[in-house]
């Protein structure tokens, strides 16, 4: 049977809570994702999260927490190195050191100590044993590298600066909601401080063909375009030049959106992957999550995700496998359906759990067990998966943190490294009378729970019901996300027109198209190499403000709906006359 995983992917996350004064926030983190295979089993460390998690297969995680390594600091970064796991993180006004193992999952760290302070690293050990260090967070400072003793790992010779933010040249740097200059979030102190300038930072080296490609991302982790672009060079330390099909990893639209900050790496099979940084950042700017996207080198080297329904179910391979082979297989079939549900807080009604947007969600008016929430489904379907989104909403009753935490910025933080489970019980039917359990999850739910069925069911209900939560919550859902195929007809072909409006933005426009639920505008430098894609719900318009200066652009839009996609006819993007 192929495994299926579908983002954000199904992790444990670790439950905050951050206080300042008297408020008292809790949510759920992870980000930053720092992802490799070592002897057989893939590491992941991010951000906020009081450990790792290992896996034999991309699917199971399982959780080690770690109390002897910074777990309160951020973007942890691991690469093998001479045969061990080397691990550093972020940290400013005192060294940061470095820990190496050869059996992480026994705890056992050899601490070696740091000379200097830096924030967001990466390590990276080239085909002739040298060893280099990569940092730098900041709209005001370039990532930097050096090269560092392969024992010691102390530094030798001084740091190069090697890249930094271009949002004048590079439209999605821009620090904005959709890129949109005009929707700048940032508080008054950081726009005194950094004004419109972009966050270039999350550094992650690869070696391909014989070539660097140092990967970063911009232009900051709350916005939807948070993204990782690159800079390609002949040397470990450069020059870097900017490779234009940046970013190569993108997702403004959809259930939940951002894809930066993360790794490369490959699998068993020689596939490429890229694990990224989506957002939430509602309760908190850093509440987050993690998604996993097939990748690849095309025929000129150039770096892709595929990021077409980056959020539906996407398959595992056991094999080497074309990366565009990995998606698109069910379509949701629960956007925009008739909800019920045993009771509502009136500021977060039912419909938001299928409006697919992971900021929005329905809440129940009361803390009690068995408050649940039904969808109704097109009556022309068959049911493959369903992917169930539970949010802590409100401070709750938590228990009371179980170490010091860490005071900052950001207040003081506190991490559960347990497993805080969001429990809940699924079930379907076909008729709205007699229901049939799907998944049991009343005593280890998660929050982006993908139940995929033995075998398609011609469900017209699908019901999930809350338990009574750990943390005193009302139980409440994001995403009640029903994946299968429908019997009727594909939607009718849609057109683009599209026109430069300026050096970074263009305004792709089509028709509206029969049959449609929504549009996939895939963009890129050339009718082959549409790798960008931004999925568009319930319009027939987008300003793309993601642009590179002096590039021209093609661009097509597609159709779907609940039996599936038709794809648009590429068309290049006029340029604006002068």
Known sequence: MTLLICNPIDLSYRVQQVVNGRRRRVFREAADPSVVRYRDRYYLFASMSGGFWHSGDLHTWEFVATPGLPVYDYAPDVREIDGRLVVCASRRGKPCDFYRSA???????????????????????????????????????????????????????????LIGGRPDQHGWERPAEDFDPERIKRPFVMRLMFGRRPFIEGAWMVKHAGRYQLQYAAPATQFNGYADGTYIGNSPLGPFEYEPHSPFSSKPGGFVTGAGHGSTFQDEHGNWWHAATMRISVHHDFERRLGLFPAGFDDDGVFFCNQEFADYPLALPDAPADPWSLTGRWMLLSAGCAVT????????????????DIRTWW????????EWLTV???????????QVNPIEDGPG??????????????GHRFIDTGDVAAPFLLEGSADGTTWTPLRDATSDGRSHDLVVLAEPQPLRFVRVTGGRHPLGTAFAVTGLRVFGLGTGPLPAAARASARRTDPLTAHISWPAAAGARGYN???????DKLYHCWQVDGATALDLRSLNAGHAYWVAVDTFNTNGVTRGTPVPIEETSR
């Open 397 to 410: 009753d938590p228990p009371a943190p179980s170490d010091p935490g860490q005071k900052g910025l950001l």
């Open 521 to 527: 505008v895939r963009y890129g430098l050339a009718p």
């Open 376 to 386: 109704a489904l097109p009556a022309d379907s068959l049911t493959h998966a369903i």
């Open 363 to 370: 809440k129940a008016a009361t803390t009690e067990p068995g």
């Open 341 to 356: 549900a045993s009771s509502t807080d009136p500021a977060h009604p039912a419909h938001l759990a299928v409006t697919e």
């Open 103 to 161: 059996g992480p999952k026994a705890g056992d760290w050899e601490v070696i100590p740091g000379e200097v302070a830096f924030w967001d690293p990466n390590l990276f050990q080239d085909d002739d044993g040298r060893v280099y260090l990569y940092e730098g967070c900041s709209a005001n400072a370039p990532i930097r590298g050096v090269e560092l003793d392969r024992a010691t790992l102390r530094r030798i010779g001084k740091p190069v600066a």
